[in-house]
């Protein structure tokens, strides 16, 4: 089983881990608490082939969490990767996630090509990746209600240990609790250092968010995607590695440290193996109240490295629409 530190325990100490020892969160499952190790490896944007170089490096280091997706096209390999490692199922967590504004049908299927593309019999956590489709098509409370109650079907089947939404806004959210019968475990949005002061009516909105029980889920938490030069403000930025030199840690290990050490689940993505060492060191030393607080209280990078912290929502990009399924 996944070690469980409680948060006060390894939050209040500067604690080393042992390989394999993951510090963990709790969520809301179909049947109970189910563990998140606070740290894990994304591969949004990695074929199969580097998604499993990627894994089975992490696996290697005592990472025990993978974050992957139906539309990443890589499930084979992340699936491939956990297979050489001959853990036993429940000493490793696996997120996937569907396409938003799918039929009941066409959840069921996904979910179970998921299943079939990772070789494995559930996921931990199961999500809906956005609250219409790409497009903006399907989109809407009637849809979104549609798709969360087929998603809660399917894992019930014992298919998901815990289900979940991702760049959901509150009110979107909303739509969900009002017909869910099982916990929303997680809303998974883009969350990273110069996000702390963005607006509410955003993804961002983490107080409402944690208030209805639902866990917060940073992605991007290095800014990976922003544009120039955000994308390289949370590693060699001012702030972060003015912050690290403290620690002889690096900006990036500085920018994980902010979330994970209020509770928040990281899983920064990288196929070079030195990173993949340093995002994992990142339990055994303690930021200042006060440098968390400049942390929290820095505006850049904002999302997608844009110029306002506050537009960072999806709400805007989903504006309801009457499209039916076909
Ligand atoms: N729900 C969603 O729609 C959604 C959206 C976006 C992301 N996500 C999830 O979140 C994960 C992480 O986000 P992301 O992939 O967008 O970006 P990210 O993790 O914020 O940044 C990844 C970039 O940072 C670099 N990097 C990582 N660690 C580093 C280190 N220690 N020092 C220097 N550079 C480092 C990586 O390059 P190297 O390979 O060179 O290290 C890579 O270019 C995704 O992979 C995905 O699983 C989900
Ligand atoms: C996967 O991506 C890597 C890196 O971009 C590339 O070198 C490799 O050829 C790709 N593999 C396939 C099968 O497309
Ligand atoms: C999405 O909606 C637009 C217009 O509302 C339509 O032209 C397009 O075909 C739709 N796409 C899909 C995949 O249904
Ligand atoms: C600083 O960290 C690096 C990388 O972990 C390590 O190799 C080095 O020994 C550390 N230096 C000190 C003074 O602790």
Redesign the pocket.
């Known amino acids: 089983m996944l070690r469980l530190l409680l948060a006060g325990s390894f939050l209040g100490s500067a604690e080393a881990l042992f390989s394999g020892d993951v510090p963990v969160v709790s969520i809301k499952g179909i049947q109970g608490q189910v563990d998140m190790p606070l740290l894990g490896l994304?591969?949004?944007?990695y074929n199969s082939s580097v998604a499993e170089g990627a894994v089975t490096t992490a696996f290697g280091m005592g990472y025990r969490h993978v974050?992957?997706a139906a539309a990443y096209k890589n499930q084979d390999g992340v699936g491939r990767a956990l297979s050489k490692t001959n853990l036993p199922r429940d000493e490793f967590f696996v997120t996937s996630?569907i396409s938003g504004g799918l039929s009941a049908s066409a959840t069921e299927a996904t979910a179970d090509q998921c299943l079939e593309d990772l070789g494995l019999p559930y996921v931990d956590l199961m999500l809906i990746?956005f609250p219409s489709a790409w497009d903006g098509n399907f989109s809407g409370k009637k849809y979104r209600q549609e798709e969360w109650k087929a998603l809660e079907a399917w894992a019930k089947s014992g298919k998901a240990r815990a289900i979940g939404i991702?760049?959901y806004c509150s009110r979107q959210l909303d739509d969900i609790l009002e017909i869910a019968t099982v916990p929303v475990a997680v809303n998974?949005v883009?969350y990273?250092v110069g996000m702390a002061q963005a607006g509410r009516l955003s993804t961002d909105d983490r107080d409402y968010m944690q208030s209805k029980g639902v866990l917060y889920q940073p992605?991007?938490?290095?800014?990976?995607?922003c544009d120039p030069p955000a994308n390289k403000e949370l590693?060699t930025g001012k702030l972060v590695t003015d912050i690290g030199s403290v620690y002889n840690k690096?900006g990036?290990q500085v920018s994980l440290r902010w979330l994970v050490q209020q509770g928040l689940p990281a899983?920064?993505?990288?196929?070079?193996a030195v990173?993949l060492k340093?995002?994992f060191e990142i339990f055994d030393f303690k930021l200042s109240e006060d440098e968390m607080s400049r942390l929290s209280a820095a505006t850049s990078p904002a999302v997608g490295g844009g110029p306002n912290p506050t537009d960072s929502g999806d709400c805007g990009v989903t504006e309801e629409e009457v499209t039916l399924f076909t």
């Open positions: 994304g591969t949004w944007l974050d992957t996630k990746h991702s760049h998974q883009q990273h992605f991007s938490p290095l800014c990976g995607p590693i690096t990036a899983i920064p993505k990288s196929s070079t990173h340093e995002n």
